[in-house]
T-cell receptor, first 114, second 114 residues
Framework: EPEVTQTPSHQVTQMGQEVILRCVPISNHLYFYWYRQILGQKVEFLVSFYNNEISEKSEIFDDQFSVERPDGSNFTLKIRSTKLEDSAMYFC????????????FGQGTRLTVV | AQSVTQPDIHITVSEGASLELRCNYSYGATPYLFWYVQSPGQGLQLLLKYFSGDTLVQGIKGFEAEFKRSQSSFNLRKPSVHWSDAAEYFCAVVFMEYGNKLVFGAGTILRVKS
């Protein structure tokens, strides 16, 4: 069964460093998302991406964040200069078309900023 | 703003007992409704979804949910809980008037006692 794959599963980085979280969405999907979940809190929307551009972003997604689909298969989330409060589980999701259809989530990348 | 409320942070039930997890959402003319389950350290697995039609929907693992538009609710039920159901459950809604992102509730942690 096709699945969304995220790498790495865990990443530890020092405050101020840049990190890139990688996702391989399901191959025929067209809509891509990043969500995050700070430990013990709800899952929050960060950004959606369609047709090679951001279609929507939340207030969390400030200038420190960027997304890219560099090669037609990977979908990346970059955090330019990490802060302690960026520590969270980051989930990638994809879906084949606009709603109504469910999004498929990856297993997540746990980012720890020290 | 669009919101999803799961009023119960923790619920403990005995194995074999019935379960109901509550979910309410703020007004939306066309809500698309989902329940996801997350086991510790794992990703989000879709249990069931409602887009239209029959308001009682069946999902995986013996779960069902009922959409009640008049109450803005989408409660999750299971007639007989198994120890393996212990996990965190998230209700999520897409409010089509506000884009196609998922808005998550805070989650309900289910504990199952033997």
């Amino acid at each position: 069964e096709p699945e969304v794959t995220q790498t790495p599963s865990h990443q530890v980085t020092q405050m101020g460093q840049e990190v890139i979280l990688r996702c391989v969405p399901i191959s025929n999907h067209l809509y891509f998302y990043w969500y995050r979940q700070i430990l013990g809190q709800k899952v929050e929307f960060l950004v959606s991406f369609y047709n090679n551009e951001i279609s929507e972003k939340s207030e969390i997604f400030d200038d420190q964040f960027s997304v890219e689909r560099p090669d037609g298969s990977n979908f990346t989330l970059k955090i330019r200069s990490t802060k302690l409060e960026d520590s969270a589980m980051y989930f990638c999701a994809s879906k084949p078309r606009d709603t109504p259809v469910e999004a498929f989530f990856g297993q997540g990348t746990r980012l720890t900023v020290v | 703003a669009q919101s999803v409320t799961q009023p119960d942070i923790h619920i403990t039930v005995s194995e074999g007992a019935s379960l109901e997890l509550r979910c309410n959402y703020s007004y939306g003319a066309t809500p698309y409704l989902f329940w996801y389950v997350q086991s510790p350290g794992q990703g989000l697995q879709l249990l069931l979804k409602y887009f239209s039609g029959d308001t009682l929907v069946q999902g995986i693992k013996g779960f069902e949910a009922e959409f009640k538009r008049s109450q803005s609710s989408f409660n999750l039920r299971k007639p007989s809980v198994h120890w393996s159901d212990a996990a965190e459950y998230f209700c999520a809604v897409v409010f089509m008037e506000y884009g196609n992102k998922l808005v998550f509730g805070a989650g309900t942690i289910l504990r199952v006692k033997s």
